[in-house]
């Protein structure tokens, strides 16, 4: 149980064009979603915080118009990045935190998208 | 505020060998503490988690870590390497707040080399 998919596993796309990466709770419903990013051989940074129904919550110095964050069911949360740059390419994970959650913050990681911008 | 750092962005042992990978946290209210493994080009496995219980806590692939408030340390440790052991390990710190959710914050990995 607790599965979180991500969709695409890789995708790369031209300068200037825009991607949407979707994140699932397979087996569970999670009010709410976390997205982070993680560059190569660094550790993952919380961009934003997603919550079923209403506007995500982003961190220091993330573009929340370059970083769109939909979370319209309790089981699917995407990220579009935005004309996208080669800076943008990253490893980008999600993870979910089930609404019958225990107390600890418990979450659960999808296995990632690779942005690559050329 | 939260911050994680982790000593050693690379830790060689042999096959065999205790494995000793070190976490040390800053936290302005009681922490909940995880270890994570990454395997490459693959998301986060949970290997283990400090919630406020026991303060020896013990996971998955015969991992265990020692919560120690007195140090703000939460080291993890496996008495015998295996080669599959070989990954990232990332020590992750987030608010204990009462059921909260709340991102992660993330110290910068060490990765763990198994030496035949």
């Known amino acids: 149980g607790a599965v979180v998919s991500q969709h695409p596993s890789r995708v790369i796309c031209k300068s200037g064009t825009s991607v949407k990466i979707e994140c699932r709770s397979l087996?569970?419903?999670?009010?709410?979603m976390f997205w982070y990013r993680q560059f190569p051989k660094q550790s993952l940074m919380l961009m934003a915080t997603?919550?079923?129904?209403?506007?995500?919550?982003?961190e220091q110095g993330v573009e929340k118009d370059k970083f769109l964050i939909n979370h319209a069911s309790l089981t699917l949360s995407t990220l579009t990045v935005t004309s996208a740059h080669p800076e943008d390419s990253s490893f980008y994970i999600c993870s979910a935190r089930p609404l019958r959650s225990a107390s600890y913050n418990e979450q659960f990681f999808g296995p990632g998208t690779r942005l690559t911008v050329l | 505020a939260q911050s994680v750092t982790q000593l050693g962005s690379h830790v060689s042992v042999s096959e065999g060998a205790l494995v000793l990978l070190r976490c040390n946290y800053s936290s302005s209210v009681p922490p909940y503490l995880f270890w994570y493994v990454q395997y490459p080009n693959q998301g986060l496995q949970l290997l283990l988690k400090?919630?406020?219980?026991?303060?020896l806590v013990k996971g998955i692939n015969g991992f265990e870590a020692e919560f120690k408030k007195s140090e703000t340390s939460f080291h993890l440790t496996k008495p015998s390497a295996h080669m599959s052991d070989a990954a990232e390990y990332f020590c992750a710190v987030s608010a204990n707040s009462g059921g909260g959710a709340d991102g992660l914050t993330f110290g910068k990995g060490t990765h763990l080399i198994i030496q035949p």
């Open positions: 997603s919550n079923e129904g209403s506007k995500a919550t982003y």
């Open positions: 400090y919630t406020s219980a026991a303060t």
């Open positions: 087996d569970f419903q999670a009010t709410t």
